[in-house]
């Protein structure tokens, strides 16, 4: 995964560092619920709760210009929405992977 | 742009929470409450009053949708702004449907969510202030309807509206009057130039003011003091005219009470003029052997003279008022003078002659109008035209015109009238006389008009004629 740099989308949204460490951290915290339903609705085949918990993510993450998480949380909203068999686990992996980076940095 | 509008913000994320709440307080934008479903949102929108309302579109246990239609039914004029993305047309055509007024695209952007914050504020304060209008006209309403009649007419007259106060003075009901014309008010007192006058003034988009008497529906009057204003659309046309007027009723009686008593007191003070006037004339001619029969018909002669002569009638009633006093300095002359039977020596008529400086000196001082002017008509009525009077022998209109009527009215009952040392002259050898004298003693041109209108006099002394 990419390094995030803090400051760059502190100063791209005119944010202090600050401000976007607190916003980060809030995030993560969202996340850990997003991610327990998310799985679980892998494991159950929930299509809508599935969509409900990328959306979220993806909104959440667009605002502080999070763009491999948008891009895989949209991934699974679209497929999600649509019904679609794909490989779920894998994309849920890949995006735990992101998120535990960020809470790493 | 006010900073201080109340704003719900519902958004079930924390972290989009934080990232809006960093924009908001980098803005200075307060008075934000946070929820975080539709649920909980709903329940603090009852509890208080908030000026914006932003709303995610999905959360957990009520969605946004929901909840904008649970406020709109509490509120119906309540602001609503919309956080969407752009992917699914048929939940914006549902916003649009439910009358979102703004709509915040996702991602949010900080620079964009501020300017539409921006404009939501403007509706804020235009509706605030349409609010405050309303309010303002309400409570003016209020007031104005609390002490004022007030009706509205259309174009044409006839009446649209009355208040409360209206129909209580007026004793007409809103389903009696509305749809009549005003005159159903008119006062059978009230000119039509009245009337005339207020249309022209108010068809010329201008304020007519005025006090008014109109009949109320059970005949009895009522006056009020009436403005009518034109009311005019934004192309300056007018829509209607509103009536505002106040019941003067009790005033103007009393005003004409006391009107009435002030004209009483007036007279009273002015006849008790007359009448001292009259007594002192008499003092002086009784003196000297004249009736009282005699001022007043001097009175009466120098009145109409006067008028035939164009002297305004103001200053023709003051002369009738002021001439029975020419001879009121006989008092001054010695009995054995002013009474002698036989003709005076030349000394004797030297003193008779001091008579009208005397009056004049008893008069002159005085501050009334009628004493004044008896002051002159003492001076002056000796006085003869071609100069040759006295006491100061001055001539032609040089002797005020209140001189020259009074010499002639003067002489005409003088020579006219008997007393126990004299006959009355025949009126042919007084009119002879007079055209004698014609521009030697008198004035020509009041000669002429004596002469041409004698049956006036003659009526005069007819109608006040001694009793011998």
């Known amino acids: 995964m990419n390094i995030?740099?803090?400051?760059?989308?502190?100063?791209?949204?005119?944010?202090?560092?600050?401000?976007?460490?607190?916003?980060?951290?809030?995030?993560?915290?969202?996340?850990?619920?997003?991610?327990?339903?998310?799985?679980?609705?892998?494991?159950?085949?929930?299509?809508?709760?599935?969509?409900?918990?990328?959306?979220?993510?993806?909104?959440?993450?667009?605002?502080?210009?999070?763009?491999?998480?948008?891009?895989?949380?949209?991934?699974?909203?679209?497929?999600?929405?649509?019904?679609?068999?794909?490989?779920?686990?894998?994309?849920?992996?890949?995006?735990?992977?992101?998120?535990?980076?960020?809470?790493?940095? | 742009m006010n900073k201080l509008y109340t704003i719900?913000?519902?958004?079930?994320?924390?972290?989009?929470?934080?990232?809006?709440?960093?924009?908001?307080?980098?803005?200075?934008?307060?008075?934000?409450?946070?929820?975080?479903?539709?649920?909980?949102?709903?329940?603090?929108?009852?509890?208080?009053?908030?000026?914006?309302?932003?709303?995610?579109?999905?959360?957990?246990?009520?969605?946004?949708?929901?909840?904008?239609?649970?406020?709109?039914?509490?509120?119906?004029?309540?602001?609503?702004?919309?956080?969407?993305?752009?992917?699914?047309?048929?939940?914006?055509?549902?916003?649009?449907?439910?009358?979102?007024?703004?709509?915040?695209?996702?991602?949010?952007?900080?620079?964009?969510?501020?300017?539409?914050?921006?404009?939501?504020?403007?509706?804020?304060?235009?509706?605030?202030?349409?609010?405050?209008?309303?309010?303002?006209?309400?409570?003016?309403?209020?007031?104005?309807?609390?002490?004022?009649?007030?009706?509205?007419?259309?174009?044409?007259?006839?009446?649209?509206?009355?208040?409360?106060?209206?129909?209580?003075?007026?004793?007409?009901?809103?389903?009696?009057?509305?749809?009549?014309?005003?005159?159903?008010?008119?006062?059978?007192?009230?000119?039509?130039?009245?009337?005339?006058?207020?249309?022209?003034?108010?068809?010329?988009?201008?304020?007519?003011?005025?006090?008014?008497?109109?009949?109320?529906?059970?005949?009895?009057?009522?006056?009020?003091?009436?403005?009518?204003?034109?009311?005019?659309?934004?192309?300056?046309?007018i829509i209607e005219y509103i009536s505002i007027r106040h019941d003067i009723t009790e005033l103007e009686l009393y005003k004409n009470s006391l009107q009435k008593q002030l004209d009483l007191a007036v007279s009273e003070v002015i006849d008790t003029q007359k009448e001292v006037v009259y007594t002192m004339g008499a003092i002086g001619e009784t003196r000297s052997k004249e009736t009282g029969n005699h001022v007043k018909r001097v009175a009466n002669y120098s009145y109409i003279l006067a008028k035939l002569a164009g002297v305004s009638e103001a200053n023709a009633q003051l002369l009738k008022l002021a001439s029975p006093m020419h001879d009121i300095g006989k008092v001054g002359i010695p009995d054995n003078i002013l009474n002698k039977p036989g003709k005076l020596t030349p000394d004797e008529f030297e003193i008779m002659k001091e008579h009208a400086y005397l009056g004049y000196e008893m008069l002159k001082s005085s501050s009334r109008d009628i004493l004044k002017t008896s002051a002159i008509v003492a001076y002056e009525h000796h006085e003869r035209w071609d100069g040759k009077g006295y006491p100061r022998a001055i001539e032609g209109e040089n002797i005020h015109i209140f001189g020259r009527i009074t010499a002639i009215c003067d002489v005409f009952d003088a020579l006219g009238s008997t007393r126990c040392y004299k006959k009355a002259w025949p009126l042919e050898k007084i009119l002879h006389l007079f055209q004698k004298e014609k521009a030697k003693q008198f004035d020509p041109n009041l000669i002429t008009l004596f002469l041409a209108n004698l049956d006036k006099f003659l009526k005069i002394q007819s109608q006040f004629k001694d009793n011998i």
């Open chain 1, 4 to 105: 995030v740099n803090l400051q760059a989308i502190a100063d791209e949204l005119d944010f202090d560092l600050e401000d976007i460490k607190m916003v980060l951290t809030s995030f993560l915290k969202d996340s850990v619920l997003n991610l327990t339903n998310m799985i679980h609705a892998i494991d159950t085949e929930d299509y809508n709760t599935l969509r409900l918990s990328a959306h979220a993510i993806k909104g959440s993450a667009s605002n502080i210009l999070l763009h491999e998480i948008v891009e895989i949380t949209a991934d699974i909203e679209k497929n999600a929405f649509e019904k679609n068999t794909v490989d779920y686990s894998k994309r849920y992996l890949k995006l735990k992977s992101l998120i535990k980076g960020l809470r790493n940095e």
């Open chain 2, 8 to 237: 719900l913000y519902v958004e079930d994320e924390k972290s989009i929470q934080d990232f809006v709440s960093v924009i908001f307080k980098k803005n200075n934008i307060k008075n934000v409450t946070f929820s975080a479903n539709g649920q909980e949102a709903l329940h603090l929108y009852k509890e208080e009053k908030f000026d914006l309302v932003i709303t995610d579109m999905f959360m957990p246990i009520m969605d946004g949708f929901k909840l904008i239609q649970e406020i709109k039914i509490l509120n119906p004029k309540q602001i609503f702004m919309m956080v969407t993305g752009l992917e699914n047309k048929d939940d914006l055509i549902k916003a649009i449907e439910l009358r979102v007024n703004f709509f915040i695209e996702k991602p949010i952007k900080p620079k964009k969510i501020m300017s539409v914050l921006n404009e939501s504020f403007d509706l804020i304060a235009q509706k605030k202030e349409s609010e405050l209008a309303r309010l303002l006209l309400s409570q003016y309403k209020h007031s104005i309807d609390n002490t004022a009649l007030v009706s509205k007419a259309d174009t044409q007259g006839n009446i649209t509206y009355i208040n409360t106060k209206f129909e209580e003075i007026s004793q007409y009901t809103q389903e009696e009057i509305v749809g009549k014309n005003h005159r159903i008010l008119k006062h059978k007192e009230m000119p039509d130039k009245v009337f005339k006058d207020i249309w022209k003034t108010i068809s010329a988009k201008k304020i007519w003011s005025g006090v008014i008497t109109n009949t109320a529906k059970d005949g009895s009057t009522y006056i009020v003091d009436s403005t009518i204003i034109p009311l005019l659309d934004l192309n300056n046309n």
